[in-house]
Nanobody
C-alpha cells in the first residue's frame, strides 16, 4: 500500500479557489492511477476526479468538470486538485486515493489506499 497525506483545504467564499495536494510515499507513485473523492455531511463519498499513471488521461465528475483540474508531478510524488469557481455545494471532506490500476477509473472500490482527508468549506 501507499501512504497518502492531503493538504490545502480551508474556508473560502463562493467563487473562490483552492488547491489541494496529496503527498504519497511507500509505493512507486508514478506507476499507478490516483483520484480525488469527497464526502459531504450526511452524504455518501463520491468521485470527483481521477488521473492515470502518466498524467495523460483524466476523468471528472459532471459536477466539477470545467471548474476543477487534476494533475500530478511524478518527480515530487504529489497529486493536485485545482478548484476554481467554488460553490457551497462543493463543501466536503476531500480524500485522495491510490490503486494498483493504470486508468483513471471512477469506481471507489478500485482504490486500495486512502488519505485521512482535508476539509473544504465554501461559504455563500
Amino acid at each position: 500500500q501507499v501512504q497518502l497525506v492531503e493538504s490545502g483545504g480551508g474556508l473560502v467564499q463562493a467563487g473562490g479557489s483552492l488547491r489541494l495536494s496529496c503527498a504519497a510515499s511507500g509505493r512507486t507513485f508514478s506507476s499507478y492511477a490516483m483520484a480525488w473523492f469527497r464526502q459531504a455531511p450526511g452524504k455518501e463519498r463520491e468521485f470527483v476526479a481521477a488521473i492515470n499513471w502518466s498524467g495523460g488521461s483524466t476523468n471528472y465528475a459532471d459536477s466539477v468538470n470545467g471548474r476543477f483540474t487534476i494533475s500530478r508531478d511524478n518527480t515530487k510524488n504529489t497529486m493536485y486538485l485545482q478548484m476554481n469557481s467554488l460553490k457551497p455545494e462543493d463543501t466536503a471532506v476531500y480524500y485522495c486515493a491510490s490503486g494498483i490500476i493504470l486508468d483513471p477509473v471512477v469506481v471507489e472500490s478500485e482504490y486500495d489506499s486512502w488519505g485521512r482527508g482535508t476539509q473544504v468549506t465554501v461559504s455563500s
